[in-house]
């Protein structure tokens, strides 16, 4: 079945302390992206990669990291998690065929992550 | 400002009714436009593209007004699974930045 998978899928953590949310497409995507969703916001852009080795920031990209070794998994990175990073994390991947302009094509979403920093 | 603004709603519906909505976009360079399906928070899922010429899918008809800066999406004969949260979404072709709306609340009642 295809799909994305984000783990885990809720979290709960402290100020300071390093985390990383994972995620993982078997679809053979070269688009990855990252969404944080928050009440009356709307998803938002943290990072995106076209390709392995290629990311690039998005709208809010203050606070997070992001690697692409592999095609498959796209890890979010929270070096140093503050409250403001409490929100609901969405991972999209979506097949270009090796032309950017195709990174827009149909999204597929993970089920999200529920991310508290206390 | 936001790029891409939307009436949050709720539009209640009565069950087959038709219930029509906006979205705004404020970058003139966007060439691709996308309406989303979100059920409570769960993950977004594409309901469908927009075209120049506008487009229907079954009961859906999404419309975009390039001159005015909108698209639009109308729900015809609205059935109680069709509520949700709608999503528009604005893309750029050169790269890979997507622009969601904060999304309009559909509610179809009995």
């Known amino acids: 079945e295809a799909q994305v998978t984000q783990n885990p899928r809720y979290l709960i953590t402290v100020t300071g302390k390093k985390l990383t949310v994972t995620c993982s497409q078997n679809?053979?995507?070269?688009?990855m992206s990252w969404y944080r969703q928050d009440p009356g916001l709307g998803l938002r852009q943290i990072y995106y990669?076209?390709?392995?080795?290629?990311?690039d920031k998005g709208d809010v990209p203050e606070g997070y990291k992001v690697s692409r070794k592999e095609k498959r998994n796209f890890p979010l990175i929270l070096e140093s998690p503050s409250p403001n990073q409490t929100s609901l994390y969405f991972c999209?991947?979506?097949?270009?065929?090796?032309?950017?302009?195709?990174?827009?094509?149909?999204?597929?979403f993970g089920a999200g992550t529920r991310l508290s920093v206390l | 400002r936001k790029e891409v603004e939307q009436d949050p709603g709720p539009f209640n519906v009565p069950e087959g009714a038709t219930v029509a909505f906006n979205c705004t976009y404020s970058?003139?360079?966007?060439?691709?436009f996308f309406w989303y399906r979100q059920d409570c928070r769960k993950e977004p899922k594409l309901l469908m593209s927009v075209y120049s010429s506008g487009n229907e899918d079954g009961r859906f008809t999404a419309q975009l007004n390039r001159a005015s800066q909108y698209i639009s999406l109308l729900i015809r004969d609205s059935k109680l699974s069709d509520s949700a949260t709608y999503l528009c979404v604005a893309g750029f072709d050169s790269w890979g930045k997507l622009q969601f709306g904060a999304g309009t609340q559909v509610v179809v009642t009995p």
């Open positions: 970058n003139s360079a966007s060439q691709s």
């Open positions: 679809m053979n995507h070269e688009y």
């Open positions: 990669s076209m390709n392995v080795e290629v990311t």
């Open positions: 999209a991947s979506s097949a270009t065929g090796g032309q950017p302009h195709l990174a827009k094509n149909i999204q597929y």
